[in-house]
């Protein structure tokens, strides 16, 4: 019984065989805007926010292994149609990950993983700001970025099958 412990939890040699590379290397933000083009007559009306949140996932291969992710996220947020604030955030990562890694499983640590390591950083930024622009606070709801690439990957999947059946 013994045997089968290992000494300062380092795992069997099967188990790091196993184990994919990855590793964050730096998260940053790469660009901001914060907009208020209706101030401060916005400021007058009754709060009443008609909020409208955009995501965008890009990544670029850096060199092999490394990889950039651009997770950007855009809040507007109007009132009685009129845009009270635009805030645009767009929060970077880089990240190793390494060459054993499978094409199909590449994409998902590409389009679900690491944009999921980069949210929390984004939504800090934009509440920071539209707090800092003496808005309500905006605290942003938990996105299933997993969900979006599944999605994201049935549309693709769909597409591919339609020039087929035309043909």
Same mark, same amino acid.
């Given at each position: 019984?013994?045997?089968?412990?290992?000494?300062?939890?380092?795992?069997?040699?099967?188990?790091?065989?196993?184990?994919?590379?990855?590793?964050?290397?730096?998260?940053?933000?790469?660009?901001?805007?914060?907009?208020?083009?209706?101030?401060?007559?916005?400021?007058?009306?009754?709060?009443?926010?008609?909020?409208?949140?955009?995501?965008?996932?890009?990544?670029?291969?850096?060199?092999?292994?490394?990889?950039?992710?651009?997770?950007?996220?855009?809040?507007?947020?109007?009132?009685?149609?009129?845009?009270?604030? @635009?805030?645009? +955030?767009?929060?970077?990562? %880089? &990240?190793?990950?390494?060459?054993?890694? /499978?094409?199909? *499983?590449?994409?998902?640590?590409?389009?679900?993983?690491?944009?999921?390591?980069?949210?929390?950083?984004?939504?800090?930024?934009?509440?920071?700001?539209?707090?800092?622009?003496?808005?309500?606070?905006?605290? @942003?709801?938990? +996105?299933?970025?997993?969900? %979006? &690439?599944?999605?994201?990957?049935?549309? /693709?999947?769909? *597409?591919?099958?339609?020039?087929?059946?035309?043909?």
């Amino acid at each position: 019984m013994a045997e089968e412990q290992q000494t300062n939890g380092a795992a069997a040699p099967n188990e790091q065989q196993s184990q994919v590379q990855f590793a964050i290397q730096r998260i940053f933000t790469k660009d901001v805007s914060f907009e208020a083009p209706n101030s401060p007559a916005v400021f007058r009306k009754e709060w009443k926010p008609d909020l409208k949140l955009d995501l965008n996932v890009k990544h670029e291969k850096i060199e092999d292994g490394v990889y950039e992710v651009v997770l950007t996220l855009t809040a507007t947020n109007k009132v009685e149609d009129e845009v009270a604030f @635009l805030c645009e +955030v767009h929060q970077a990562g %880089i &990240f190793t990950i390494g060459e054993e890694v /499978q094409e199909g *499983q590449l994409a998902h640590m590409l389009g679900s993983f690491c944009p999921n390591i980069l949210f929390p950083y984004a939504r800090e930024c934009v509440a920071s700001l539209v707090n800092r622009a003496t808005f309500p606070q905006l605290n @942003l709801a938990p +996105v299933n970025f997993d969900a %979006i &690439f599944a999605r994201h990957m049935q549309q /693709q999947a769909e *597409q591919n099958q339609q020039p087929q059946a035309d043909a």
